[in-house]
């Protein structure tokens, strides 16, 4: 069964400092997903991660994967109270369907 | 912007009522999913669809639940009777020729009493 754990689940970080969150997965998959949830709505796709070594970058995001290591890390660069929301990894489950393995989730606090 | 949408938006229904969930997927779109995720906790998978049959379900999409294609466009979800714990924001997804990137709706709030 592919599990998915991210950590931290809760993070509180003050503006214009840098965080890693990390998302291990326990079998093969070379498909991975970052999205972001925001109370009450819906999940907004940030990065699709499709190879071992993808780097991919969006503003103050930065996502990245080794499926050697079977870790995706997610760093936030000079966070700004804009990103405060709940980021998800989200794992492949195999075969040629695409359903997703979710993570728990990190709820991400910005402060001033 | 093509987006998926979905409705109603909230639903609030009674313990062994039946209640159908509807989406809109995007147009061009072959993959179909819905995914439900309990208050507070994490989205989790309950069936695809592809090429007008259940492509995977999980565990939790047992008798109770079918899906449906009715047309075209529409893309149904029908929980026949209803429990406390189906109580979830139920998202549709869709994606393309890839099954890779995809795009969800805005869920419906399943409230059920």
């Known amino acids: 069964e592919l599990k998915v754990e991210q950590n931290p689940l809760f993070l509180s970080m003050q503006e214009g400092k840098n965080y890693t969150i990390y998302c291990n997965y326990s079998?093969?998959?070379?498909?991975l997903y970052w999205y972001r949830q925001d109370p009450g709505k819906s999940l907004e796709s940030l990065f699709v991660?499709?190879?071992?070594?993808a780097v991919k970058q969006e503003g103050r995001l930065m996502a990245s994967l080794d499926t050697k290591a079977r870790l995706s890390t997610l760093h936030i660069t000079a966070a700004v109270h804009d990103l405060s929301a709940t980021y998800f990894c989200?794992?492949?489950?195999?075969?040629?369907?695409?359903?997703?393995?979710f993570g728990k989730g990190t709820k991400l606090s910005v402060k001033p | 912007e093509p987006e998926v949408t979905q409705t109603p938006s909230h639903q609030v229904t009674q313990m062994g009522q039946e209640v159908i969930l509807r989406c809109v997927p995007i147009?061009?779109?072959?993959?179909f999913y819905w995914y439900r995720q309990i208050l507070g906790q994490k989205v989790e998978f309950l069936v695809s669809?592809?090429?007008?049959?259940?492509?995977?379900k999980s565990e939790i999409f047992d008798d109770q639940f079918s899906v449906e294609r009715p047309d075209g466009s529409n893309f149904t979800l029908k929980i026949r009777s209803t429990k406390l714990e189906d109580s979830a924001m139920y998202f549709c997804?869709?994606?393309?020729?890839?099954?890779?990137?995809?795009?969800f709706g805005p869920g419906t709030r399943l409230t059920v009493t």
């Open positions: 997804a869709s994606t393309g020729a890839g099954p890779y990137e995809q795009y």
């Open positions: 079998t093969t998959s070379d498909r």
């Open positions: 991660l499709l190879s071992n070594g």
């Open positions: 989200a794992v492949d489950y195999g075969g040629s369907q695409g359903n997703l393995i």
């Open positions: 147009s061009n779109h072959l993959y």
């Open positions: 669809f592809y090429n007008n049959e259940i492509s995977e």
